[in-house]
DNA sequence: CTGAAAGCGCTTACAG
DNA sequence: CTGAAAGCGCTTACAG
């Protein structure tokens, strides 16, 4: 097995040239040779080597895909929607989860994708400004999905409408006192997304003359650190009717901290998450729906783009979100809920 | 940017020969050549050509990761997991997510692996007998998880085990009329996974006197599936008074579907799951516990050593389980549950 | 310890 | 339309 160009090229009687030619479409081969060439190459099972193609042209075929947490739902999606396109598209993926600190640093320092990949794709991995400078380096077409990331193409939502989309449901609601479960803790540069989705829950506030009534805990986008949160608001001084949570692991997390209070989401809090996981159905969470496939689907296709050539500015992608409203919101009950 | 090494050979005033022999480290070099050679590397921010490296050594630094849905907890845990140790032994993660029928049929087909990896990690995808020949003929290192493909290591649970546990779990509490949700479509050679599950429960029943009371309903192992399978049994002439669910995942379904019949799940119905998916814990439910994370590692682990030259016979290693018991699963009520 | 040389398996102008 | 030749950037016996 493994047979070469050179014996395909001897099996069919032409130069290597002309099998290299024959086999890939290019320049002009007449169509007896072609045929000949392919049926060698059949009879031979013959493989192109990957290696000595990448040497000869100075492409690979392969594009980087860098993630920080494959094992949650969002990234894994937005992997295989990508994925997906690529593979479809005759690119191979190569895969870096590089989500906790070490990783990460490690990662940026050897920058494994050197001279290894045609492009890459960078999902809702926060990127600090010498870290998007190491990947412009790379002098390869960068796409980011959920960042803001100078000079890449990108791929997200509009955080802060979608966000006020769910703080407007619970002001509906009659809900005064809304506290917000996310992320305070300094952010890398562009990664802007857990901002804006506060920045949302403190302008809704304040649009609605309560600015100061803003009561906010990190969560750490994790299902514990939403728990833990939502503990943390239970065994506070003021125990607020309604939560926006900024995603729905975080929720799932506030979820299981009520029950293990004993109180029931919708009657007694009302909580509502962000993404619409796959699992926000089955507990009844209602959420922003933001169109995870398909960002993932757009970034891979802007990706291929890039890689074929196109030499278009960066471009920006905005996907829509909309508002799924299941029973963990309901209306304020009048009586109810006056701690302060 | 982009030297080669013969620039770094110029650099430091030697031969190309001794610049790859120092910064690899093979061979003998003398540590004042070896300190030249690795500053002019330095200087020159010089990064090793993968693709010529391959060429000339015959390896690829690279290995595939072949699974069937990484959107799914499970498989993106055991990638999370494995990539890891990968990416930590400095080798690169080629993604393969292949489990639509048309998209398995052309990875097979096309086999983008072939020369491309030099090992090859299968996850819990289903494989024909033909097609475990196919990856064979790559003639590089296979391990598996959650298969029994003859020739590969093969890392995975004691599914029979497992599964009685948790039939045996809900005899304790008195059940008698279990119902079981996982399986029976024909599935390919060596994904016996569904198939012992189910023969776990079939001869717990027999074993406690009850083997004429099977009653099975396929899920698909998909969240929807479960739900559309509770819902049939819902609707049944016969209902069950417990359910094993062969996948948390399914469970999850499961319990939608109960939520909309307005059952709730422990005093109503008795539900036990299987995985400890993360949200499992969120949602109360009962379940078998494998250690996934553990299955992903130690899969890694023995395809470094393969990778490394490890000529031993193939390996089969068994993890353990055990059960986590939550709300879900309750006694069994006298009065209640006696429909037939 | 170090270097010259061949070779890994393709691709691509350049001729014809 | 087809081929000869150089080149892509390493690695590895083989000498010394």
Redesign the interface.
């Known amino acids: ?2 047979s070469s160009l050179d014996e395909v090229a001897r099996q069919a009687g032409v130069s290597p040239a002309t099998v290299s030619r024959a086999l890939r479409g290019v320049g002009r081969v007449s169509e007896a040779t072609r045929a000949r060439v392919v049926s060698a190459a059949a009879a031979l099972d013959y ?6 193609s ?2 000869a042209r100075g492409t ?1 075929g ?1 594009v980087g ?1 860098v993630v920080p ?5 969002f ?3 937005l ?2 929607a990508a ?2 396109v690529l ?2 598209a ?1 690119i ?7 989500g906790d600190q070490e ?1 990460r640093a490690r990662f940026f320092h050897e ?2 994708l ?3 990949v045609d492009a890459v794709l960078v999902l809702s991995l926060p990127l600090s400004a010498s870290e998007v400078d190491l990947l412009r ?1 790379l ?1 390869v077409p960068v796409v980011t999905v959920g960042l803001d990331a100078p000079g890449t193409d990108c791929v997200g939502i509009d955080d802060h409408a979608a966000a006020t989309s769910a703080m407007r449901h619970l002001l509906h609601l009659g809900h005064r006192d809304i506290a917000f479960i996310g992320e305070d803790t300094p952010v890398p540069l562009g990664f802007t997304t857990p901002l804006r989705r506060r920045d949302a829950y403190r302008d809704a506030l304040h649009e609605a003359g309560i600015a100061d009534g803003a009561l906010e805990v990190p969560g750490g986008f994790t ?1 514990d650190g939403g728990e833990r949160a939502m503990t943390r608001l239970l065994s506070g001084h003021r125990l607020p009717t309604a939560v926006f949570v900024a995603s729905d692991e975080m929720a ?2 506030a ?2 901290a009520l ?1 293990r209070a004993g109180l029931r989401p919708g009657r007694d809090i009302s909580l509502i998450g962000f993404d619409d996981h ?2 926000a ?4 969470l209602s959420t922003v729906a933001q169109p995870v496939l398909e960002q993932g689907k757009a970034a891979a296709q802007i990706l291929l783009r890039r890689v074929r050539g196109d030499p278009d500015e960066p471009s920006r992608t905005v996907l829509d979100t909309h508002l799924v409203l299941r029973g963990s919101t309901a209306p304020q009950r009048e009586a109810a809920g006056e701690h302060d």
């Open positions: 097995m493994a493989v192109i080597s990957p290696a000595a990448s040497l690979t392969t895909v947490y494959v094992e949650r739902w990234f894994a999606t992997i295989s994925e997906r593979r479809e005759g191979s993926v190569l895969l870096y989860n590089v990783g920058l494994p050197r001279r290894r380096d002098a299902i799932f997390g979820l299981r029950r796959d699992l159905d089955v507990l009844d």
